[in-house]
């Protein structure tokens, strides 16, 4: 039984990768998976030899148990299933296929995405791609490629004499959808998958028996038609697009209190319609907030320190779990996952640069353990990817934030939407993409932009200016769910920054129909 670089990549995809070792229910892991001790640390490369050679060991475990000589496609399954759950857990998947019975052993194989007693989302994805491998032993091979796991697929076929114009406006509706977006029939055709469709973008002009030719050439093609299809709703205009009035609550997350009364006088007074609150802070704000308008918009920053004391994933759900899971049946569904994991704060005390993470693709695996540790306890929950520190580099204090935004664009894609922070001290600054106008660089994808901080933190300007400023501000805003300017209230600092013992919170609320 061979370890093939299509085997590891294969089980890289759902292990992730640490460079830290971490405590994994009952023993250390680092790397992808692999047995670790406390402390250790390691690097990308020697992650992989070091799970090629763990990965040797579980083949040769199952080589001695399997009576066939498996395929690579069988090899891949079963390797990926050992690693995860042992030879010895998965010796019926192996008596099954000894039996030659591959259908009954994917089919087995796919109820084993439950630990500690509960169904983990992220082990269904695990067990139905490695069910899938099995499976495909079974299937007739079409000569039309098999695809590495089974998914659905729209593709949108454009005229051969489509225009630019026309393309562009397509792709809107397509990307909408989630479609592809191609002028090649064979593309839209190939491809051994069980649920592929095609629409015919303005059939009229499509080549004459172009329904027959796919009937012909790829049965069971779903065919639909465009214009005659109803497409997804446009978004407004950006113009008209107008950002939720938000404030951050307290930066103590009200110790553990509910929001704090001279808050709820803000929130009144500035007509405030989006609320963003610290996890630590009680879930009986939601009953006070609805008190003040039905409607209002509450997120929630899962909030905890993350540092050399409390380095992992599965640590920082520990501690922010309890809170959340109060929050999220209270009626709560969005959260954001940390604050600023681009930033080293000048006393460690903890946002993760530097001492958990060193780049943004580390930051990406630990946010992927995170979210779907999370999801479990909180199915309907939508998770943030964090606002980070913005503005430029600076050596061992402020990785920068567009790297490392590329670097963790796995954490981008899991997310449900995306945050920014966005400052300034200046009414130039405000107006300039390296201040205010910090989030029109941030990619999201066409996911929800919420910008969870945003302020004038310059102790020259006094707040009745900020509060004009602010107005103006949120007025601006284009493409954006919400902003919340920070902040409410403090028990200690920010105190260039504070609503409370200002008039800003009336200028706010005096702002015209503009602004949502």
């Known amino acids: 039984m061979n370890v093939s670089d299509e085997v590891v990549a294969f089980i890289k995809q759902f292990e992730g990768f640490s460079s830290h070792a971490y405590w994994d229910v009952s023993r250390w892991s680092i790397g992808h998976g692999t047995v670790s001790f406390e402390g250790e640390k390691i690097t990308r490369e020697v992650a992989t030899e ?35 759950l042992g030879v010895v857990g998965i010796r019926p998947i192996i008596e099954l296929c000894n039996d030659n019975d591959f259908q009954a052993a994917a089919d087995l194989l796919r109820e084993y995405d439950h630990a500690g007693g509960k169904r983990l989302q992220a082990l269904t994805c695990r067990r139905d791609a490695e069910a899938q491998l099995l499976e495909t032993e079974g299937r007739p091979d079409m000569g039309y490629g098999a695809p ?31 479609g592809t977006l191609g002028f090649s029939a064979d593309d839209a055709g190939i491809g051994d998958l069980d649920d592929k469709s095609v629409v015919l973008v303005y059939p009229k002009r499509q080549p004459a028996g172009i329904k ?67 996890s630590n802070e009680s879930a009986d704000t939601v009953k006070v907030l609805r008190s003040i308008d039905p409607d209002i918009f509450i997120m929630v920053r899962l909030f905890t320190k993350v540092n050399r004391e409390n380095p992992s994933a599965a640590a920082f759900v520990e501690a922010v779990l309890e809170d959340a899971v109060k929050w999220y049946n209270s009626g709560v569904r969005h959260y954001e996952v940390h604050n600023e994991p681009n930033l080293k704060l000048a006393d460690e005390s903890g946002e993760g640069m530097w001492t958990v993470w060193h780049d943004g693709a580390e930051f990406a695996t630990w946010f992927r353990q995170v979210t779907n540790a999370l999801k479990p306890h909180m199915p309907d929950a939508l998770f943030g990817y964090p606002g980070l520190s913005p503005g430029w580099s600076v050596n061992n204090v402020r990785y ?13 894609d899991q997310a ?36 969870t901080e945003f302020s004038n933190p310059s102790h020259d300007v006094d707040k009745h200016e900020k509060g004009k400023q602010y107005v103006d501000y949120y007025a601006s805003l284009e493409n954006v769910h919400s902003a919340y300017s920070f902040l409410s209230t403090s028990s200690s600092g920010f105190v260039a920054e504070t609503w409370h013992g200002s008039d800003i919170a009336h200028t706010v609320g005096q702002r015209d129909g503009s602004t949502a």
Not at 248 to 275: C, F, M, R
């Open 400 to 412: 920068d934030p567009i790297r490392f935004l590329e670097e963790s664009w796995q954490a981008v």
């Open 212 to 278: 027959e030719w796919f009937a012909t050439h790829y049965p069971g093609v779903q065919m639909s038609e465009y214009p005659n299809i109803v497409p997804v709703a446009p978004r407004p205009p950006v113009s008209q697009t107008k950002a939720l009035v938000g404030l951050h609550g307290s930066a103590d997350g009200s110790w553990g209190n509910p929001v704090l009364p001279e808050t709820v006088q803000l929130i009144k007074q500035g007509k405030i319609k989006a609320y963003k609150a610290l």
């Open 148 to 178: 590495r796991i089974q998914y659905e697929r729209s593709y949108w076929l454009m005229p051969p004499d489509a225009s630019d114009v026309e393309f562009a406006e397509v792709a809107k509706v397509a990307f909408g959808l989630r």
């Open 50 to 84: 070091r799970l090629k050679t763990e990965l040797a060991g579980f083949a040769a475990g199952l080589q001695n148990r399997l009576t066939f000589q498996p395929t690579d496609t069988q090899t891949t399954a079963l390797l990926s299933a050992a690693f995860n």
């Open 416 to 451: 449900d939407f995306i945050c920014t922070h966005c400052y300034w001290t200046t009414p130039a600054e405000m107006h300039s993409d390296d201040g205010g106008q910090w989030y029109r660089r941030v990619p999201h994808a066409g996911k929800p932009l919420m910008i």
